[in-house]
């Protein structure tokens, strides 16, 4: 099993989302503001300075569809490149 963590720019969450219903990832947990900076897209601190936040995903799903997940997450990303979207997995040893 893998975690699936996801930190985006709120502006593409609805993409996001649909994107994991699309890849039949029903079981989420989802970190509504977050703050970060990419090396593409700058700091998104939600205040006056740096508008703007972003949003996590979690997800703990077998490791065929973390894969699956990331492939389409590139695509996106590819696609999108000043969206402001970041994804990477961790192992899951157990989970209840």
Avoid: C
């Amino acid at each position: 099993m893998k975690q699936l963590s996801i930190a985006n720019d709120i502006a593409i969450d609805s993409d996001i989302r649909a994107l994991l219903a699309e890849l039949g990832i029903e079981a989420w947990t989802r970190i509504p503001r977050a703050a970060g900076k990419g090396p593409r897209t700058g700091a998104r601190e939600d205040d006056h300075v740096w508008p703007g936040y972003n949003a996590v995903t979690l997800a703990v799903v077998d490791d065929a569809v973390a894969a699956r997940a990331l492939d389409a997450l590139r695509v996106f990303r590819e696609a999108h490149p000043k969206a402001g979207l970041f994804a990477w997995t961790t192992s899951v040893d157990a989970a209840l």
